[in-house]
């Protein structure tokens, strides 16, 4: 399955004194490299035989699978683990 990028939900000359280029470009490369990201490790899961491969490696790769589809999905917010909030820098 290809994920793919999302239009921005607003017009980006609406946002006073920022650049509709600058918010547009920053979408592309910031979502659009997390698309991207997230096709890539898509497609090594899709190559696996996953009969041979060891659990380490099947478990890692899953486990970046989750993670790049939490940016694709604009998670602008992560958790440490001790529950704590912060802003995604």
Sequence with gaps: ???????LPFDPATLHRLSPGLITG?????HGGAVE???AI???LASMAFATVP???L???KR????AMGKVLGGGERRTPA???????
């Design 59 to 61: 478990n890692g790769l």
């Design 1 to 7: 399955m290809d994920a793919r990028i999302q239009d």
């Design 42 to 44: 898509r497609a090594q």
């Design 64 to 67: 970046e699978e989750f993670i």
């Design 83 to 89: 529950g704590a909030r912060h802003a995604r820098a």
């Design 37 to 39: 990201h997230l096709d």
């Design 26 to 30: 920053h979408h592309q490369n910031d």
């Design 55 to 57: 659990g380490f490696q």
